[in-house]
């Protein structure tokens, strides 16, 4: 049996209503897959109805252009770092992301500046009206971090800020602007949301070759 089976039968789970973690652990130890496998199938596999509110709730890419974007610091960055190192997947949502999922152990990679520089570029290109990077503050050196990115924003010559909190989920949930995110969570609370990375790779094409599609899953 191959990983797609068993995405088919997760994915007839969920759309009949089965809890997310009782549906992957069924059809893991149905057949027999390893730990990878069964995070791979939690990160990619949603119910269709969910994967279309999602897909229907993202606004068109050149919504940035003039607004306000407040954007889920680490959740986007790791996603970039992710994509350059050929390790992020096309979820069923639409939504690029990596398989990692948790981000408390989170350091600076050789591969953080490009990614940091490849999120600029695309920003300076679609000149948002105010740009705020949130980061965790519970992770290592996040303030450090966000002055850096303070810096950045000022070079780049946009308007925004990049800050530190305890409650950056709630924040993102809660924010009047435009949030850039890919915790489905948040996309599903938020008031308005942009599929952040996948505008990013539809402008930079050359990252479509760091994105693993859901061919057998």
């Known amino acids: 049996m191959s990983l797609g089976d068993a995405a088919t039968d997760l994915r007839y789970l969920l759309d009949r209503g089965y809890p997310q973690k009782s549906a992957v652990g069924f059809v893991c130890s149905h057949y027999r897959l390893d730990a990878e496998a ?11 109805e969910v994967a279309k509110m999602r897909r229907a709730k993202f606004l068109p890419c050149c919504k940035i252009e003039g607004s306000h974007i407040i954007i889920d610091g680490y959740n986007v960055i790791i996603g970039m ?8 997947y096309l979820c069923d949502d639409g939504v690029i992301r990596d398989i990692k999922g948790a981000f408390r152990n989170y350091k600076v990679s050789p591969d953080t500046e490009t990614a940091v520089g ?4 695309f920003l300076k290109e679609m000149k948002p009206g105010n740009v705020v990077f949130l980061l965790d503050s519970q992770i290592s050196k ?14 780049a010559g946009l308007k925004g800020d990049a800050r530190t909190s305890m409650h950056v989920d709630y924040d993102l949930k809660h924010s009047n602007d435009i949030v850039a995110s890919g915790d489905g969570v948040i996309i599903d609370e ?11 790779v539809e402008r930079f094409r050359h990252l479509e070759k760091g994105i693993n599609p859901q061919t057998g899953i």
Do not use: D, P, W
């Not at 996040?142 to 070079?155: V, Y």
């Not at 938020?190 to 990013?200: S, T, Y």
């Open 190 to 200: 938020a008031e308005r949301a942009v599929n952040f990375l996948n505008c990013l």
């Open 142 to 155: 996040s303030g450090m971090f966000a002055s850096k990115l303070r810096e950045m924003i000022l070079a």
């Open 81 to 88: 770092e992710n994509i350059l190192q050929k390790k992020a």
């Open 38 to 48: 069964r995070y791979l199938l939690s990160r990619t596999v949603l119910a269709h």
């Open 118 to 121: 490849l999120i600029f570029g």
